[in-house]
């Protein structure tokens, strides 16, 4: 079964959720960060950052952007779609003049109106449609769906059932519940990734030092990364296994200006991360000498929502979303750093996630709206809507007993279910209120060699967590209740569920029973991030520490 969930993300980051590109035989496995908060848990950052770090400078918690409410109706016509290079002026930061002939003073006022509103809610004007006559770019055609550099498969974490009780502490808790502490930022961090290289991926096994001699051995290609985004404009690239600082992601000279949301590690320890202030920065190999370096990647023109990477065939393929409404594609050229390939562009609110499966990608935003697109053609083949506001949380649940079914959340707690191969039209195969009085923030769907039937966990903002089974007509398996605040992070790994909540608890459940298994201290505020391989944990949080937990 394929299963993949997005809460941008999970946060995430995530999570993602938990998913990644594939990589070329012997290259470094790049796992993302897993738990990825929603865009309403990601827009919940409480009053800002506390205080800035060396140089770097503290953004006011006016600098949030928070997106207001649109009170626009969602417009019921065919949505534009375009696959475009950056000439195309689809994808242009420059305002695309309007033609006034015809028009009344008065429709023109109005027009200006609505688009100053745009700009105000979203950062640009609203996306055009292409012009008269004009043709769409798309993809090159490849024999197969996985020759495409666009293809991305879904390999998860691995970590399966028999894999944990190989790693039988998975059900007891760790070899010392007080963990390792990493202290990253005095601000709050707001996305992690980990790289673990081939020797450690999933599977194998990475243990700390006995002796824990931190910062005595420099660190080596073999070494697992992990690499924190924080409000003090800053990234921090440090050694799991010695939690030695490798480097900081920041200079006079290059790195963000504002909050960095996401971030992710290529194959080659390269890292690319977004910002509040609408940009990609592709940091070069973080364990070289020297100061940090990164190459702008210049397109959006709004906060950077997720990012995900994909590594297929030697080509590196980046997707990143935005509040500008847009999606856009992305090819790294080694060092030197890359060029936008496409945009997919419809979408009338900001987008807070996606989630991208094969060659296909889920994406949803502040209006409420879903699109599947075709990654390949550029092409929007199914459009749906919320119950109840914007989009919290979204996934896919592929299974041989129900299909290929996309599942999204929304401000209401409203759980929707949806054929991925029906038309726009059809009803959805499910659409109830899961969690009452707030957004339905996390989608989670487990590994079929985990459980025995294909499972959809939600979480919403009553802090309950809710488990149903698509294969007898979505009914209930049952509902957790142990947290005692909002929970911003949450991941399925094997047949345990993993949540994070705003007080530090992290608590582990085993997924088709319920059962409370463990708690632990993941950080003294909110957690915000996890990563999980059979041999470690990793938590980030608001308190601005990581946290690593060893099992044996």
Not at 61 to 77: C, F
Not at 83 to 97: H, Y
Not at 119 to 132: I, K, L, V, W
Not at 506 to 530: D, F, K, P, Q
Request: net charge neutral; with cysteine.
């Amino acid at each position: 079964m394929y299963s993949q969930g997005g809460s941008a993300a999970s946060g995430a980051p995530g999570g993602h959720r938990s998913n990644t590109g594939t990589t070329d035989p012997g290259a470094p496995t790049r796992i993302r960060s897993i738990g990825r908060p929603s865009g309403a848990v990601r827009d919940s950052v409480a009053g800002g950052p506390r205080s800035s770090v060396g140089r770097l400078r503290t953004s006011s918690p006016s600098t949030t952007a928070a997106v207001g409410r649109d009170r626009r109706p969602l417009g019921r016509g065919p949505v534009p779609t375009q696959f475009t290079p950056l000439s195309t002026q689809c994808c242009s930061s420059e305002a695309v003049p309007r033609a006034t002939a015809g028009h009344s003073t008065a429709h023109d006022t109005i027009q200006a109106e609505m688009d100053a509103l745009a700009d105000e809610f979203y950062g640009s004007a609203p996306s055009q449609a292409p012009r008269d006559g004009a043709t769409v770019p798309r993809a090159p055609a490849f024999a197969t769906s996985a020759d495409s550099p666009y293809y991305r498969a879904n390999a998860e974490i691995g970590l399966t059932a028999d894999t944990l009780h190989s790693t039988t502490s998975w059900y007891e808790g760790p070899a010392d519940s007080t963990g390792r502490i990493f202290d990253a930022s005095d601000s709050n961090l707001l996305c992690m990734d980990v790289l673990v290289p081939p020797a450690a991926a999933p599977g194998a096994v990475v243990r700390a030092p006995a002796s824990r001699a931190f910062g005595a051995a420099p660190p080596s290609a073999s070494s697992p990364l992990c690499v924190v985004g924080s409000a003090d404009h800053g990234l921090r690239v440090f050694d799991l296994c010695t939690m030695r600082e490798l480097k900081m992601l920041y200079t006079k000279t290059c790195g963000h200006t504002e909050w960095v949301t996401a971030c992710r590690f290529l194959s080659d320890r390269r890292v690319i991360s977004g910002g509040m202030d609408s940009k990609l920065c592709l940091w070069s190999d973080v364990i070289r000498g020297g100061p940090a370096r990164c190459v702008d990647l210049l397109g959006h023109t709004s906060s950077i929502s997720q990012i995900e990477v994909n590594e297929r065939h030697g080509r590196s393929i980046v997707m990143s979303a935005s509040y500008d409404r847009t999606i856009r594609i992305w090819e790294l050229n080694g060092a030197v750093g890359g060029r936008q390939v496409g945009c997919l562009s419809g979408h009338k609110g900001p987008v807070t996630q996606f989630s991208w499966l094969d060659t296909e990608v889920l994406s949803g935003d502040r209006q409420g709206t879903v699109k599947v697109w075709d990654v390949e053609t550029a092409q929007c083949h199914l459009t749906a809507s919320s119950k109840r506001g914007q989009i919290g949380s979204l996934g896919h649940l592929m299974h041989p007993d129900v299909g290929h079914l996309v599942l999204f959340g929304d401000q209401g707690g409203v759980l929707t279910v949806v054929d991925a191969r029906g038309p726009s039209s059809a009803k959805p195969l499910f659409q109830d209120v899961l969690h009452r009085g707030g957004m339905l923030t996390f989608i989670r769907t487990p590994s079929l060699t985990a459980v025995s039937a294909p499972l959809i966990v939600t979480c919403g903002a009553d802090q309950r967590i809710v488990v149903r089974d698509a294969r007898r007509n979505f009914s209930e398996v049952c509902v957790i209740t142990d947290h005692n605040d909002f929970v911003y992070s949450m991941e399925v790994i094997g047949n345990l569920l993993l949540s994070g909540a705003g007080n530090g608890r992290l608590l582990v459940h085993h997924v088709e029973t319920g059962e409370l298994l463990y708690e632990l201290r993941a950080n003294t505020a909110a957690v915000r991030e996890m990563f999980a391989s059979p041999s470690m944990l990793v938590t980030a949080g608001d308190d601005g520490k990581a946290k690593v937990f060893d099992f044996m």
